[in-house]
């Protein structure tokens, strides 16, 4: 067994790093968000977890507009086998 394998066997379950999005990603975040009112998030990384669906913690920039007051926050949303992605948390950092 290559130190390649025996590094993802052991990840299986557990959190990836944060990366950049993909375009999955994005659609995920968009969809969950979609009708969220108040304040902005824009998401600059992202981190998973396969469970039974996939966890998601999105790395983001938040502000309320107008203002320009700018500050970082992780967006939980777990995006079920069938059905929406939702919100499970918002934490400010």
Known sequence: MSTQNSLE???VGGWTPFHP?????Q???DKAMKGF????YTPQSV???VVAGTNYRFKCTASIP?????WEAIVEI??????????TGIIRL
């Open 9 to 11: 066997a052991t990840l």
């Open 21 to 25: 999005l993909t375009a999955q990603d």
């Open 27 to 29: 659609a995920v975040f």
């Open 37 to 40: 009112v108040g304040v902005k």
């Open 47 to 49: 981190s998973t977890q």
């Open 66 to 70: 107008p203002a320009e007051v700018v």
């Open 78 to 87: 777990f995006q079920p086998l069938e059905g929406n992605p939702y919100i």
